[in-house]
């Protein structure tokens, strides 16, 4: 089974990388870039098979590894 | 015009921090991991709001900075 996961910043949490590009987008003549936040895409496929248990194990990884909560969310997309 | 833009690395192209993640879900615990590839999530926010116009800015962007399209793919999903 094949899943996405995004983990971004948490709205207020300062994104000087966002920050970055934003600029640079300015500095490359491209006008009207309101904001820009950068964060990961991890895609991830899986041996399991059931949809359910699926999402319970990424929700697992996300907790445990993938995302620092304090500061970051995530959101688990799965294919199919 | 909200967006969100998804730089991957090729497949083909090795992915020293998918294959990382890969292997500390591993020692984690986490079995049946089969592969894990790891890219870059950009949220950005147009004043454009003509979905047309804003997907060819977008694409420009990328071309430009966002994706180094040599090694990476990218995707454009535009909100609503």
Redesign the interface.
Known sequence: MKARV?V?LKNGVLDPQ?EA?RH??GN?G???????????????????SERERAEE?LR??CE???ANTVIERYEIEIAG
Do not use: N, P, Y
Request: a negative charge; zero cysteines.
């Open positions: 995004h971004m966002g590009v640079a987008l490359l491209f006008d009207g870039v309101e904001s820009v936040r950068q964060g990961k895409v991890i895609e991830i496929e899986l041996a399991e194990q697992a990884m445990k590894l993938l």
